[in-house]
C-alpha cells in the first residue's frame, strides 16, 4: 500500500542521510520507525496497566515459589 509523505529540504536530507547510513531504503526506515513506535505505545501501555494492578493489589511471590509452581528446576549461573 504506497504512501506519500512531504518533508522540507532539511528533513529530506536527514532522512537520507540516515538511510545511507544504515543501507536501508526510505520507505523501510519509515516502516521500521513507524512500526517500532507503535510496539514501544503497546508496552508502555501493558506497563502502566500492571503497575495499576500492582497498585491496587501489591502482592508478590518470591521466585522460588514461580519456580515450584511452574515445576522449573533452579538454574545455575
Known amino acids: 500500500m504506497?504512501?506519500?509523505i512531504r518533508l522540507n529540504a532539511?528533513?529530506?536530507?536527514l532522512v537520507k542521510s540516515y538511510c545511507?547510513?544504515?543501507?536501508?531504503s526510505v520507505?523501510?526506515?519509515?516502516?521500521?520507525t513507524l512500526l517500532e513506535a507503535i510496539e514501544?505505545?503497546?508496552?508502555?501501555?501493558?506497563a502502566e496497566e500492571a503497575i495499576r494492578k500492582y497498585e491496587e493489589n501489591?502482592?508478590?511471590?518470591?521466585w522460588e515459589q514461580v519456580m515450584k509452581?511452574?515445576?522449573v528446576d533452579e538454574v545455575d549461573d
Request: aromatic fraction near 10%.
Open 58 to 62: 501489591p502482592v508478590t511471590i518470591p
Open 40 to 46: 514501544d505505545e503497546f508496552d508502555l501501555a501493558e
Open 27 to 32: 520507505s523501510e526506515a519509515f516502516k521500521r
Open 10 to 13: 532539511e528533513e529530506e536530507r
Open 20 to 24: 545511507t547510513l544504515h543501507g536501508i
Open 69 to 71: 509452581d511452574l515445576d
Open 2 to 4: 504506497p504512501y506519500s
